[in-house]
């Protein structure tokens, strides 16, 4: 839970930083996906266990 929690705030940190930026839109839904894919593969990389 906590992680997840972390997770959203820090997804959400990074958006605001961006936004303040000016970078457009569609850039930042991009590096949010790839955030997004990039935790995913440390998480099952680091995990170690094959999910169903």
């Keep these: ?3 997840a929690f972390t997770g ?3 997804l959400f ?3 605001n ?3 303040l930026a000016g970078v457009p839109a569609q850039w930042i ?3 949010n996906s790839l955030i997004i894919l990039a935790a995913l ?3 099952r990389i ?3 266990k ?3």
């Design 1 to 3: 839970m906590f992680g």
């Design 8 to 10: 959203i705030l820090l």
């Design 13 to 15: 940190m990074i958006q």
């Design 17 to 19: 930083v961006l936004t």
């Design 29 to 31: 839904g991009a590096l």
């Design 41 to 43: 593969i440390v998480s």
């Design 46 to 48: 680091t995990g170690g």
């Design 50 to 52: 094959v999910q169903d």
